[in-house]
């Protein structure tokens, strides 16, 4: 598997991103960070088998969209021959964060059930007992025919080999494969690059895009149901996260619709009018109606018959309990709703979730007193409000805003909740939709409010965990947040910036570049120095080799003088092509922007690539042997990752070294609201690598000169509580400036509602004096350039 780190720091989150397609280790494979084939069916159709044709599933277990343009997936026959060709099926769209893409394949003339909705099809047909997979980048067949072959072609993207399969990855292929069995990976989408270890036989579970499954066994009825049976809603939820009847037909399940959802995952949710006594047990449950339309309206006490299931809506996540395949009656119209329940301040526990040392939360009883994660699912699919809430993160291009329900928790200077450690979560805050087409959710910025109640229905999804489907909006009170201007810097001050430009590239429109233009010419008062991170190659996404930035930073530049700002010149190392993660073909690389009228950059020839930047003793201090240089490129802690550049300058004749960073994504971890506690950090290993490389060189400078003045800047992709600050700052030859703000103004990044760190500025012992700001104008705002906001050091 060639797995991808995103290149933009995101949490499991909603913000799309892209992923590179170059090699990383097993060592660090599990779980994948990328598009992975996640199953893999060659039975359909045939004697013995139920479904009527053959699939590929691929899953996506990061937090950022996995783009299948240009892609394909490839098929080969277990033992190939001279002749055998690589058959291709190219596909389109892309794989949903934590969601997955189904490719249906040929038909036999067996089977009973067909497939769910195929987001790609092709013809190919595949062996029932043996073959191999493979994801591509690109649609060009292949023409390796060995798994040594295989592994050393970088179009590849994963590959999986079952049966008795002579490609494939590691100790040998997947095995089981039959008629009435496929190949799949487990919940975790692990990856180790061993097809026998990470997948294992079982009956075919083919999953769409859409979230549908096939089959089902609920039993035909011609109508839906006329007599309320013996299941109510509260026996369906059970008293853990997942039913006791899952798996189940149900029949005259009664209820009041309470909320109707004609778009995306299409149903509505019905709650019980006669609740039992025990508070674990939720009253509301979500009937999903697949690509129908839901004929029902909100105030209608109805019937309903179908199967009990629990839907995952991403690997990792909690899940959502629901009716499949309904047969709705509707009894009468216009019916009262249930009183909805008051989320506050004292009705929210302060905890946030259980812990099971690391394991799934599914079976542990709920206890909604305790932890706030427990009464959200004992309110699944039940009617909620709360009154006037603050906006904690703004709406976004989905039209979902988060807001808080618990005004004094962890507040920020301008409005927003501040994510403070692992060990302590912000439990009010939910995710809110409108229902209502008519009404929107408004456009809202951090520290706005939602006046008024805010009334609708509980729901579960893989962004964010419980949100609310709101059918009515509290009004919307703008609090006039603006954007930050910092002062300029002083004549003797070296004024020192970092800003993450979200993939800029030459193909962007120009009113891109304006906005971030005006951010540095007028937000930051046109620093000294600009660290950029995430400046894409000249053609951006297009994937045919290039690798040089001249134009995009060309059309930068120009737009900050246009800005007010001066004339900047840059100076970056390009990378491989395809060796530094983020966008395929995109060729994302960190970049110096400086003003020769205040600084000089000491230009040193021989960096490129792959050469390795050492720190040199001099009589005078220390030097750097190339300029611009890169921290040990060939080091395993940068694969799939950005390599961070060093550079020397000199202000007012003395020297000063700048190392600007971006860390691997958090993409592959799992989620703060997922079934697994306490949560699985996994890219923070190769963090905690990369921070310990950054240092290692570091302290070499200053062993060559103890006094020499170094500022380490990017977006690191972690917190400053992180064991990957802890790994950057040891022996404190760095220390972090975010921590030297008040504790309320130590963010520069909004994720889910939290107000948090990625992005940081660190200096070495021998700056002794100096001023720094975070520069809020992206984060807060639902109108942003980036979704980072920019960071300043003056140094004198």
Known sequence: ?????????????????????????????????????????????NSGATLTRDFIELANASSGQFALSGFSVQYLPGTPSAGSQWQVTPLSGAVAPGGRYLVAQAAGTGGTVDLPAADATGTTAMSATAGTVALV??????????????????????????????????????????????????????????????????????????????????????????????????DIQGTTRVSPLAGQPVTGVPGVVTGVRTSGSRGFWIQDTAPDDDPRTSEGLFVYTGSAVPT?????????????????????????????????????????????????ARSVPDAYVPTAGGGSIDALPLQPKRYALDLYESLEGVRVTMSDTRVTGATTAYDEVWVTVKPKENPTRRGGTL????????????????LDPAQPVPVANVGDTLAGTTTGVLDYASYGGYNVQATQLGRHVDKGLRREVTRKQKRDELAVATYNVENLDALDDQVKFDTLASGVAVNLSSPDIVSLEEIQDDNGAVNDGTVGSEATLK??????????????????????????????????????????KRVSFVDRAGGDATTAVTAVKTRKGATLSVSPGRINPTSDAWNSSRKPLVGEFLFRGEPVFVIGNHFASKGGDQSLHGRFQEPTRSSETQRVRQAAEVNAFVTSLLKADKSARVVTLGDLNDFAFSPT???????????????????????????????????????????????YDVVHINAEFADQASDHDPQIVRIK
């Open 1 to 45: 598997m060639r797995i991808a780190r995103s290149g933009s720091a995101l949490l499991a989150g909603a913000v799309a991103v892209t992923l590179s397609v170059t090699a990383l280790p097993a060592a660090f494979a599990a779980p994948s960070s990328s598009a992975v084939i996640s199953e893999v069916y060659g039975g359909g159709g």
């Open 137 to 234: 980048s690109g649609t060009t067949p292949l023409t390796c025919k060995t798994a040594a072959d295989c592994a050393a072609d970088t179009r590849i993207v994963d590959l999986v080999g079952y049966g008795t399969a002579v490609v494939r990855e590691g100790s040998g292929p997947a095995t089981g494969a039959s008629a009435s069995s496929s190949v799949a990976r487990g919940a975790s989408l692990a990856d180790t690059d061993d097809n026998a270890a990470d997948l294992t036989s079982g009956a075919p579970t083919p999953v769409n895009a859409a979230g549908e499954t096939s089959g089902g066994s609920v039993p035909e009825e011609p109508e839906g149901p006329t007599e309320p049976g013996t299941v109510r809603i509260h």
């Open 296 to 344: 029902v309206a909100v105030g209608d006490s109805v019937l309903v018959s179908g199967q009990v299931a629990e839907y995952y809506p991403a690997t990792g996540t909690q899940s959502l309990t629901q009716l499949t395949a309904p047969r709705t009656t509707v009894l009468s119209s216009g019916n009262a709703l249930p009183a909805p329940v008051v989320l506050n």
């Open 419 to 434: 994510y403070r450690s692992y060990e302590d979560q912000n439990t009010g805050r939910l995710k809110v939709m409108s």
């Open 555 to 596: 059309r930068f530049t120009d737009a900050i003088v246009a800005a007010g700002g001066p004339r900047y010149s840059w100076r970056y190392v390009a990378p491989e092509n395809n060796k530094d993660g983020g966008e395929p073909g995109g060729n994302i690389r960190n970049v110096f922007l400086f003003n020769p």
């Open 725 to 771: 600050m802890d790994a950057l700052t040891r022996g404190r030859v760095l220390k972090p400036l975010i921590t030297t703000l008040p504790k309320a103004e130590q963010y520069s990044y909004v994720y889910d509602g939290n107000s948090q760190t990625l992005d940081h500025i660190l200096t070495s012992p021998g700056i002794r004096r100096l001023d």
